[in-house]
């Protein structure tokens, strides 16, 4: 049969997985016994793994990774005949496997509670799911020609591969590993009031860094509630079909700076390496592994990564009191805190809000979300919220908006 997993070139790691593997047997193989087993087993796999048989079998392709598709998502790089052959053969086979007639395959297995009808949509959520299922959709039953291949090959330059492309934001664990974020609904761009100047350089260094252009590191500095970590957030997702991606991590976790930057470097995506609300103690010495990338130490050979840091303070040091003037530990730990704010090329100031900026934001928000009070007193309510919140924000005219929606819910 030519349309054998074992056939596969590029993704030839499909047919290591358990769940293609029986997704295979149930509509190829012609023993009865054995299609019931690879039925149920299916079946329980896609239970446990939490997603639909098309959403599984993309997500393979997405973070496939070998020196084959290295060469191919290369935007300088030029298809040879032998790529072609390759991209062909398995375009045949998966647009096979997807467009399988699944109904025929099942009629006559013990399917009386129809497990598989719900697990095989072709829908999904997933934005770079979709985006290849709208490739092999335009396949269907068509041959393979090079312009098919062409067009494959622009998708995943676009969309990028390897581990890193299925999810747009990970996280260190505190065994630090690095997990997706599997649902990453960060503020919307357009949603983050104010503050535009701040934004528009944001956006211009972000619009740089993806396009492979010089770029800068980012220190955004203000009070806490402003807006600096929902606009690094939301940056994110504003570029994510250009390949850029999120890692947070915490000031505790620097120390893994090296080996991270390392299992970056060889990527063909762009990553924002994201460190909210940093600050050091006197004590602390977790800075210097920060700094020497930032200030073009040995680690600093990639440019497939930039620093997006926030601080509620300028040079990225807590109050410290000495009883003893002139203490030469602390005057060094403060000139090195303040050499490595100077480090950062793009400095963003998040100012607190004036009372009339807050109440405009609160309005904006109210439009945005389509509720009706009456203006005067929305503006009475907003003041004494935010006393009662303790400042005035992005973050806190976000909090009185909820609450009005929880005050319109209870009329």
């Given at each position: 049969?030519s349309?054998?997993?074992?056939n596969?070139?590029?993704?030839?790691?499909?047919?290591?997985?358990?769940?293609?593997y029986?997704?295979?047997?149930l509509?190829?193989k012609?023993?009865?016994?054995?299609?019931?087993?690879?039925?149920?087993?299916?079946v329980?796999?896609?239970?446990q793994?939490?997603k639909?048989?098309?959403?599984?079998?993309?997500?393979?392709?997405?973070?496939?990774?070998?020196h084959?598709?290295?060469k191919?998502i290369?935007?300088?790089?030029q298809?040879t005949?032998?790529?072609?052959?390759?991209?062909?053969?398995?375009l045949?086979i998966?647009?096979?496997l997807?467009?399988?007639?699944?109904?025929?395959a099942i009629?006559?297995i013990?399917?009386?509670?129809?497990?598989l009808t719900?697990?095989?949509?072709?829908t999904?959520?997933?934005?770079?799911?979709?985006?290849?299922?709208d490739?092999?959709?335009?396949?269907?039953?068509?041959?393979?020609?090079?312009?098919?291949c062409?067009?494959?090959?622009?998708m995943?330059?676009?969309?990028?591969?390897g581990?890193?492309?299925?999810?747009?934001?990970?996280?260190?664990?505190?065994?630090?590993?690095?997990?997706?974020?599997?649902?990453?609904q960060?503020?919307?761009?357009?949603?983050i009031?104010?503050?535009?100047?701040?934004?528009?350089?944001?956006?211009k260094?972000?619009?740089?860094?993806?396009?492979?252009?010089?770029?800068?590191?980012?220190?955004?500095?203000g009070?806490?509630?402003t807006?600096?970590?929902?606009?690094?957030?939301a940056?994110v997702?504003l570029?994510?079909?250009?390949?850029?991606?999120?890692i947070q991590?915490?000031?505790?976790?620097l120390?893994?700076?090296p080996?991270?930057?390392?299992?970056?470097?060889?990527?063909?995506?762009?990553?924002?390496?994201f460190?909210?609300?940093l600050?050091?103690?006197?004590?602390?010495?977790?800075?210097?592994?920060?700094?020497?990338?930032?200030?073009?130490?040995?680690?600093?050979?990639?440019?497939?990564?930039a620093?997006y840091?926030?601080?509620?303070?300028?040079?990225l040091?807590?109050?410290?009191?000495?009883?003893?003037e002139?203490d030469?530990?602390?005057?060094?730990f403060?000139?090195?805190?303040?050499?490595?704010?100077?480090?950062?090329?793009?400095?963003l100031?998040?100012?607190?809000l004036?009372?009339?900026a807050y109440?405009?934001m609160?309005?904006k928000?109210?439009?945005?979300e389509k509720?009706?009070y009456?203006?005067?007193?929305?503006?009475?309510?907003?003041?004494?919220?935010?006393?009662r919140?303790g400042?005035m924000?992005g973050?806190v005219?976000?909090?009185?908006?909820?609450?009005?929606h929880?005050?319109?819910?209870?009329?």
């Open positions: 049969m349309h054998q997993l074992k596969l070139v590029i993704y030839s790691k499909l047919e290591k997985d358990s769940i293609v029986n997704y295979y047997n509509i190829s012609e023993d009865y016994n054995e299609r019931q087993k690879s039925y149920f087993n299916l329980k796999d896609l239970v793994c939490g639909t048989l098309m959403e599984h079998i993309m997500l393979l392709m997405i973070e496939a990774e070998n084959i598709i290295s191919l290369d935007e300088n790089y298809l005949e032998f790529d072609y052959a390759c991209i062909k053969n398995d045949m998966i647009n096979w997807i467009h399988y007639d699944v109904d025929q009629h006559d013990d399917n009386q509670h129809g497990l719900f697990l095989l949509s072709k999904s959520q997933h934005s770079q799911v979709n985006c290849y299922l490739f092999f959709k335009t396949v269907r039953d068509k041959p393979i020609f090079h312009q098919q062409d067009d494959f090959v622009v995943i330059r676009s969309q990028g591969t581990r890193f492309s299925s999810h747009v934001a990970y996280y260190l664990t505190t065994n630090n590993t690095i997990m997706p974020v599997e649902k990453y960060p503020l919307k761009w357009s949603h009031y104010d503050y535009d100047i701040q934004k528009e350089r944001l956006k260094n972000t619009e740089a860094f993806v396009k492979s252009k010089f770029y800068h590191h980012a220190l955004l500095v009070a806490s509630g807006g600096k970590s929902s606009s690094i957030k940056i997702d570029y994510k079909d250009k390949r850029l991606r999120l991590l915490h000031k505790g976790q120390s893994q700076l080996s991270l930057i390392e299992e970056l470097k060889t990527s063909n995506l762009k990553f924002i390496i460190i909210d609300d600050s050091f103690e006197v004590n602390e010495d977790e800075y210097k592994f920060l700094k020497s990338f930032i200030e073009g130490g040995v680690l600093n050979e990639t440019n497939n990564v620093f840091v926030t601080s509620n303070r300028r040079h040091i807590k109050e410290i009191r000495s009883d003893r002139g030469i530990h602390l005057q060094d403060i000139q090195e805190m303040t050499s490595l704010s100077d480090r950062f090329g793009l400095y100031t998040f100012e607190s004036t009372q009339k109440l405009e609160v309005f928000m109210i439009q945005e509720l009706e009456d203006r005067k007193w929305v503006e009475g309510e907003a003041k004494k919220w935010s006393i919140q400042g924000s973050r005219a976000n909090q009185f908006v909820k609450q009005l929880m005050i319109g819910e209870d009329l």
